[in-house]
């Protein structure tokens, strides 16, 4: 049984028989330490097993003794994009991902899909379904407005694709949205992006009610305590939701025990960031789409079909909003994929630069979202500033390689995207996370698919990339003194068996097709919020 849920912290505890691994210490081999201490809710001391005997000492005031049995304990992981309310809804709700990679039939068992749900929730005011990709299918193509109509006649239906930047409607959900038609990126077959899409998500807001969104809230908190994740930031925008869905993310992870970092996408809205109380103005403040739906801002056309994508955002109006959150003292940040979208994002973060000095830039630990094209000199800025860039390495692995959507939409270009190993030796700081529910809460899976990316060269270190998903995630949310297991440090720990074994390192095999680790526990601030009996 598996139970989700912050207990009573021990005011001390010792963990022993374990192996310890921490990403910023070199690996120590099977001389390396097999207990901790925690005490208030902070690493005290490590060391052997000799060690822990006299941390537990006898007398009532002797601490709490978890014997871990060779399990592996490593910081607790940060998933640093996240859409929580939207994860819940996948998770809870109608998820269309396993049809994705159906490639014969995945239309027709999205459309199946659509009739069973409306079937089995015929009281539902809208039918929300998320991540279809029409890439693999044969038909090429997503479902139409009147094909939904026909899986669920009458229903409002809204089936977002799996990037979350294109959307597909009923006409009775598209019907409930003043001057959709005229909107620029409606389509009469149903897809809508850009306005269109924003409006349809408007309307979807008053369709769905808070008590929906807490219970997605809440499912969203548990699955991320379930993977080991102790923290996680969470991208809201008003084209995303409501301002009124932050306090339900945020009671969602206090009653699970997570640590909750959220940050507001609009452009130099410094009085709302102070209303919020967010850590910045960033996460999906969008400077532009993406490859999949082809809304990505590119310097050339993409490889099949005309255009080159949508920008929404200018250097300008960049350096402006540096420049306000700078002064403001919070975190400014864009998502930004396409290489013309990171031109003008480089260029706005060097003029705030040329404006306030790079030292101040740099102070401020502003952050972007996703960065999958930069050009050299975009990345020199990145490192030169500080500016962390928050990725997603599971994009790579579900998207990447030669014959992957990412070729398809980019041609030879595809071996540009997701430079990690550049953005790393530039000094950009990296934090990792899922962008969840576009790839699925998977830490281990992403730290994989970082280590194995599709231009080898461009692959992290298995700790390097481990200490960019723990470490990497608190730092980019300004947060010291967590996601490494020393002494002083908050105790946010994971435990996990590790079927697959570990490396030389110490670190879990992360092989193609290697089993990876199970969670058995995680621990939040010396509390343990989640347990897998």
């Given at each position: 049984?598996?139970?989700?849920?912050?207990?009573?912290?021990?005011?001390?505890?010792?963990?022993?028989?374990?192996?310890?691994?921490?990403?910023?210490?070199?690996?120590?081999?099977?001389?390396?330490?097999?207990?901790?201490?925690?005490?208030?809710?902070?690493?005290?001391?490590?060391?052997?097993?000799?060690?822990?005997?006299?941390?537990?000492?006898?007398?009532?005031?002797?601490?709490?003794?978890?014997?871990?049995?060779?399990?592996?304990?490593?910081?607790?992981?940060?998933?640093?994009?996240?859409?929580?309310?939207?994860?819940?809804?996948?998770?809870?709700?109608?998820?269309?991902?396993?049809?994705?990679?159906?490639?014969?039939?995945?239309?027709?068992?999205?459309?199946?899909?659509?009739?069973?749900?409306?079937?089995?929730?015929?009281?539902?005011?809208?039918?929300?379904?998320?991540?279809?990709?029409?890439?693999?299918?044969?038909?090429?193509?997503?479902?139409?407005?009147?094909?939904?109509?026909?899986?669920?006649?009458?229903?409002?239906?809204?089936?977002?694709?799996?990037?979350?930047?294109?959307?597909?409607?009923?006409?009775?959900?598209?019907?409930?949205?003043?001057?959709?038609?005229?909107?620029?990126?409606?389509?009469?077959?149903?897809?809508?992006?850009?306005?269109?899409?924003?409006?349809?998500?408007?309307?979807?807001?008053?369709?769905?009610?808070?008590?929906?969104?807490?219970?997605?809230?809440?499912?969203?908190?548990?699955?991320?305590?379930?993977?080991?994740?102790?923290?996680?930031?969470?991208?809201?925008?008003?084209?995303?939701?409501?301002?009124?869905?932050?306090?339900?993310?945020?009671?969602?992870?206090?009653?699970?025990?997570?640590?909750?970092?959220?940050?507001?996408?609009?452009?130099?809205?410094?009085?709302?960031?102070?209303?919020?109380?967010?850590?910045?103005?960033?996460?999906?403040?969008?400077?532009?789409?993406?490859?999949?739906?082809?809304?990505?801002?590119?310097?050339?056309?993409?490889?099949?079909?005309?255009?080159?994508?949508?920008?929404?955002?200018?250097?300008?109006?960049?350096?402006?909003?540096?420049?306000?959150?700078?002064?403001?003292?919070?975190?400014?940040?864009?998502?930004?994929?396409?290489?013309?979208?990171?031109?003008?994002?480089?260029?706005?973060?060097?003029?705030?630069?040329?404006?306030?000095?790079?030292?101040?830039?740099?102070?401020?630990?502003?952050?972007?979202?996703?960065?999958?094209?930069?050009?050299?000199?975009?990345?020199?800025?990145?490192?030169?500033?500080?500016?962390?860039?928050?990725?997603?390495?599971?994009?790579?692995?579900?998207?990447?390689?030669?014959?992957?959507?990412?070729?398809?939409?980019?041609?030879?270009?595809?071996?540009?995207?997701?430079?990690?190993?550049?953005?790393?030796?530039?000094?950009?700081?990296?934090?990792?996370?899922?962008?969840?529910?576009?790839?699925?809460?998977?830490?281990?899976?992403?730290?994989?698919?970082?280590?194995?990316?599709?231009?080898?060269?461009?692959?992290?270190?298995?700790?390097?990339?481990?200490?960019?998903?723990?470490?990497?995630?608190?730092?980019?949310?300004?947060?010291?003194?967590?996601?490494?297991?020393?002494?002083?440090?908050?105790?946010?720990?994971?435990?996990?068996?590790?079927?697959?074994?570990?490396d030389a390192d110490g670190i879990p095999v992360l092989d193609p097709g290697a089993?990876?680790?199970?969670?058995?526990?995680?621990?939040?601030?010396?509390?343990?919020?989640?347990?897998?009996?």
């Open positions: 049984m598996d139970a989700t849920g912050p207990a009573a912290p021990a005011a001390r505890s010792v963990l022993r028989g374990a192996r310890l691994l921490d990403p910023g210490t070199p690996g120590r081999g099977e001389a390396g330490p097999t207990a901790l201490a925690v005490e208030a809710g902070r690493v005290v001391a490590w060391g052997s097993e000799d060690d822990a005997a006299g941390w537990i000492g006898t007398g009532t005031d002797a601490p709490e003794v978890v014997d871990l049995r060779g399990a592996l304990v490593t910081p607790a992981f940060v998933d640093s994009h996240v859409h929580t309310v939207r994860t819940g809804f996948a998770l809870t709700g109608l998820d269309l991902s396993a049809a994705t990679y159906a490639a014969a039939s995945g239309l027709d068992d999205v459309l199946a899909a659509v009739a069973s749900h409306a079937a089995r929730h015929p009281d539902d005011a809208v039918l929300v379904g998320q991540g279809w990709d029409e890439t693999p299918w044969r038909a090429g193509r997503p479902p139409t407005g009147d094909e939904l109509e026909r899986a669920a006649p009458g229903r409002r239906t809204y089936l977002t694709r799996v990037d979350g930047h294109s959307s597909v409607v009923s006409p009775a959900l598209a019907s409930l949205v003043p001057g959709l038609v005229d909107l620029q990126g409606w389509s009469p077959d149903g897809r809508v992006e850009r306005d269109a899409h924003h409006a349809v998500r408007h309307t979807l807001e008053n369709l769905i009610g808070d008590t929906e969104r807490l219970g997605a809230a809440r499912a969203a908190c548990r699955a991320m305590a379930a993977v080991g994740i102790a923290g996680f930031h969470e991208n809201a925008a008003p084209h995303i939701g409501p301002e009124s869905e932050i306090a339900l993310v945020r009671r969602a992870a206090d009653e699970v025990g997570l640590a909750a970092t959220v940050y507001w996408g609009e452009l130099m809205a410094v009085e709302t960031a102070a209303r919020l109380e967010v850590a910045g103005l960033a996460g999906d403040l969008v400077a532009d789409g993406a490859f999949g739906s082809r809304t990505a801002a590119l310097g050339a056309p993409y490889a099949d079909s005309p255009g080159c994508g949508h920008a929404y955002v200018s250097a300008e109006q960049v350096r402006e909003h540096v420049v306000v959150c700078t002064r403001a003292g919070i975190q400014a940040g864009f998502h930004c994929i396409g290489d013309a979208a990171l031109d003008a994002v480089g260029e706005g973060f060097a003029g705030a630069a040329a404006d306030l000095g790079d030292e101040a830039v740099r102070a401020a630990r502003h952050r972007l979202e996703h960065v999958e094209m930069p050009s050299r000199a975009t990345i020199e800025v990145l490192g030169r500033l500080g500016v962390t860039a928050s990725v997603q390495p599971l994009f790579d692995g579900l998207w990447g390689g030669p014959s992957g959507m990412y070729a398809a939409r980019l041609g030879r270009r595809w071996r540009e995207t997701n430079p990690w190993h550049d953005l790393a030796a530039a000094g950009v700081p990296l934090a990792l996370g899922s962008d969840s529910p576009v790839t699925p809460l998977g830490p281990w899976a992403a730290v994989r698919a970082a280590v194995h990316h599709h231009v080898s060269h461009q692959g992290l270190s298995p700790r390097v990339a481990l200490a960019a998903h723990t470490h990497g995630g608190w730092a980019a949310a300004r947060q010291g003194r967590r996601g490494r297991l020393a002494p002083g440090w908050v105790a946010d720990l994971a435990v996990w068996e590790t079927p697959a074994g570990l089993a990876l680790p199970r969670l058995l526990r995680t621990v939040v601030a010396g509390r343990t919020v989640h347990q897998t009996a």
